[in-house]
């Protein structure tokens, strides 16, 4: 098990840019797959990226391909998500988690879920 913090979200218009961080507390967690999902108010948790302990091979939701970028930064403990071209619909609390196995878009496949962090896309 490992903690995962959340960081980075705000308010922004759109067409807006927003850069969320997702730190493991405690220990370095460059082996562990990570997944960024988001959940709006009355929706169902929604997958959005996931990359891998090794390098490349990310995986995106269609939703959110050409314009979110999910990468690993070793040196801080860090996975981020990029997020460009931000639209009002991508308005949602932002969450990481651990990837166990399964589908990589199924949040019943992941554990350690983070706190979240609001993102709010005003048009």
């Known amino acids: 098990q490992v903690q995962l913090v959340e960081s980075g979200g705000g308010s922004v218009q759109a067409g807006g840019s927003l850069r969320l961080s997702c730190t493991a507390s405690g220990r370095t967690f460059v082996i562990y797959e990570i997944g960024w999902f988001r959940q709006a108010p009355g929706k169902e948790r929604e997958f959005v990226a996931h990359?891998?302990?090794?390098?490349?091979?990310?995986y995106y939701a269609d939703s959110v391909k050409g314009r979110f970028t999910i990468s690993r930064d070793t040196a801080k403990n860090t996975v981020s998500l990029q997020m460009n071209s931000l639209k009002p619909e991508d308005t949602a609390v932002y969450y990481c988690?651990?990837?166990?196995?399964?589908?990589?878009?199924?949040?019943?496949?992941?554990?350690?879920w983070g706190q979240g962090t609001q993102v709010t896309v005003s048009s």
């Open positions: 988690a651990r990837y166990l196995g399964g589908l990589r878009s199924d949040p019943r496949g992941y554990n350690s």
């Open positions: 990359i891998p302990w090794s390098g490349g091979g990310t």
